[in-house]
């Protein structure tokens, strides 16, 4: 249960480089989630904390002990692979075991140990089989008893759902919340799935396709308050929209061509943000309230015609075509409490939203 | 509809010439020298019964020592060639990808020449005058030219050189599929290089290793040719042997014999070292 520090990592590897300078602090005892888009290094970053690659420069702690030149049986890290890599040739007991056998602790203590994580993992029934008969979900289970056992400082998880349906990733899910709950200990969960991000993490750190780390914060904050477009675009859906700040000390609002002036909030002031200066707004489809009538009591609204309606389940999907050419998607929850208007293709519609609810990011 | 093929309609018919094949110059020699090792005949070659006479007459230490130096031949050589050909196989899977083709290729060219060829080129580099001789004296570590031919020496470095490929190749194959995650996530558990070789790389390609240990052993057991001319008439081994009989002045039945007692001889040993090695390789499970 201690922290891991990153400082300054750097990697090239097959001579592009995968890792620009990675400075990063994966607090102890927290689940923390790494998501970055396929390709961008985030599995690279894994493999140099397990000890599985070398980096080029730069540094690795765990707590306070620098770890960087560590081989990689030496260090109390364990990690849980993609395709879980369990042993063909071993049954479930033994893969669980492998690590304490290495260890020589007493059979008996092995034998407790193993058959106790089993047991938490509902496998006590599949000690004598190999993993090779084993399901999917249970051969994840086998993966992450294998890697825990061992009581590891520090546990990587390798998109460790990737291989799973959808009903079974999202049962593991919560699975894997309550287990690092009860354990303690430092998780580091690596993912594209901002959707598993999101649900899993205490923190979470977004990672670009050039190799760096763009956001760190937790999912709300990363959610709601992205501080790049990339990251507003990365995670969930959004519009973005562009045009020009004005008036940002007395009343703040971005006018964007063909559409007119909206107000913005701003919470804090950054350097890059100047009177007349270029910026992007993003919105969230779901802060957006569509409507055919006039309504008061928003900051913002915008006038433009349904050109598609996609039905969700939970929610209904609907794209606006604006005056200027450009979409907005909105997200309506079909909560039914109450009639709701109905709105169809082609019908005009307004749009409204918070100035609040605007984020407000360098272009 | 199914379309009808040969071997849909008459899975065996296509097997048919494979099996008179196997039949004609395989089953019936086998047959026949089994057959012959019993019968015993007269001096004016007529049939006279049956008889174990011909295997006891083996049951004397001349022969049996010439068993056992072929078992030792074989034995020597299969484990000798696992030794050079497991770290060399193990580095064209793991870390050789980039060359392995290359690799491939100059360990298959050797089988472009003719076997012949190969010994007059080892003759060259083991005489008198040859090169390791002249590259011995060169480097200053003999002065007078060492005698390398016609000994088991040479008989060994002959072995070793033809039968390598043999164990490699399936080596290899066993090892390029072998997936890399394993060897990481043994590391990552905590096993050292060496615990990962034991416990996951060997047990894991052990089926690699069995046929290549034994395409070497099998056939290096009943070797004629390298030990009759790169060991000169020092030692005695199972293919001089029935050669001798075979070729021999009425003596045939007698080389039937022997053939049929050392391939028992061979089998037994067979077995006993492919259920021992089985074992060597096979992970210790946990014991309940």
Redesign the interface.
């Known amino acids: 249960m201690r922290s891991i520090r990153l400082k300054g990592l750097k990697k090239s590897l097959e001579g592009g480089l995968v890792l620009n300078g990675i400075d990063l602090v994966i607090p102890s005892g927290k689940f923390f989630a790494l998501l970055g888009p396929s390709g961008c290094g985030k599995t690279t970053l894994l493999r140099l904390i397990a000890g599985l690659e070398q980096a080029d420069s730069g540094k690795i702690f765990l707590g306070e002990r620098d770890i960087t030149e560590l081989p990689i049986h030496e260090r109390p890290i364990n990690i849980v692979f993609q395709n879980y890599a369990l042993f063909p040739h071993l049954n479930v007991f033994d893969n669980v075991a492998y690590s304490l056998k290495l260890k020589k602790l007493p059979k008996e203590l092995i034998k407790e140990k193993v058959l106790k994580i089993l047991e938490a993992f509902h496998l006590e029934r599949h000690v004598h089989k190999l993993t090779t008969q084993l399901s999917g979900g249970q051969q994840q289970r086998v993966a992450l008893a294998r890697a825990i056992v061992n009581e590891p400082d520090v546990l990587l998880l390798d998109e460790p759902l990737a291989a799973l349906d959808f009903k079974l990733r999202e049962r593991m899910l919560i699975e894997l919340i309550e287990l690092q709950d009860k354990l303690k200990t430092t998780f580091l969960y690596v993912t594209h799935d901002q959707f598993e991000a999101l649900t899993v993490a205490d923190q979470m750190a977004i990672m670009n396709p050039s190799g760096q780390i763009e956001q760190i914060g937790t999912p709300k904050e990363i959610y709601e308050f992205p501080s790049t477009s990339f990251v507003a675009r990365f995670v969930g859906t959004t519009n973005i929209l562009s045009g020009t700040l004005h008036q940002l000390d007395t009343d703040p609002h971005i006018s964007i061509e063909g559409l007119g002036q909206f107000k913005l909030q701003v919470p804090q002031k950054r350097e890059w943000m100047q009177e007349g200066c270029n910026a992007l707004i993003s919105i969230r489809p779901e802060k957006i309230f569509i409507s055919k009538k006039e309504v008061k009591n928003f900051s913002n609204v915008v006038k433009g015609i349904v050109s598609s309606i996609v039905y969700h389940g939970r929610s209904t999907q609907y794209n606006v075509l604006l005056n200027n050419k450009s979409r907005l998607q909105v997200f309506e929850q079909n909560e039914e409490h109450f009639p709701q208007e109905v709105i169809d293709y082609d019908n005009e519609v307004y749009l409204y939203w918070q100035k609040e609810n605007v984020t407000l990011l360098e272009q | 509809m199914k379309k009808k093929t040969l071997s849909s309609e008459y899975p065996f018919a296509i097997g048919i010439p494979a099996v008179i094949w196997q039949i004609l110059f395989f089953y019936a020699p086998l047959l026949l020298l089994l057959v012959g090792s019993f019968l015993t005949w007269s001096d004016t070659n007529t049939f006279t019964g049956v008889s174990l006479d011909k295997f006891t007459f083996f049951f004397r230490g001349s022969y049996l020592s010439v068993i056992a130096s072929s078992l030792l031949l074989a034995l020597s050589n299969s484990i000798i060639c696992f030794l050079i050909a497991y770290p060399l196989a193990y580095f064209m899977a793991f870390k050789g990808r980039k060359w392995q083709n290359l690799l491939l290729f100059f360990l298959i060219v050797p089988f472009w020449t003719n076997f012949l060829l190969h010994v007059y080129a080892w003759f060259f580099v083991l005489e008198r005058e040859g090169f390791l001789n002249t590259l011995l004296q060169w480097l200053g570590i003999t002065s007078e030219p060492i005698i390398f031919l016609n000994s088991t020496f040479a008989t060994m470095v002959m072995m070793v050189y033809y039968y390598m490929p043999f164990i490699l190749l399936p080596m290899y194959s066993s090892l390029e599929k072998f ?1 890399v ?2 060897i ?9 290089w060496l ?1 990962t070789l034991r ?2 790389v060997l ?2 390609c052990s089926r690699g290793i069995k046929t290549g240990f034994f395409l070497v052993f099998i056939p290096s057991f009943g070797e004629f040719a390298i030990p009759e001319l790169m060991g000169g008439d020092r030692r005695m081994f199972v293919g001089t042997v029935v050669s001798q009989f075979i070729l021999g002045d009425e003596t045939g039945s007698f080389g039937a014999a022997f053939t049929v007692f050392s391939c028992v001889v061979l089998l037994i040993s067979s077995l006993a070292l492919y259920f021992f090695i089985d074992w060597l390789l096979k ?1 210790k ?2 014991r309940w």
């Open positions: 997936d995650k394993l990481e996530a043994s590391y990552d558990l905590g096993a050292s615990q416990k996951i047990p894991l992970p499970a946990t």
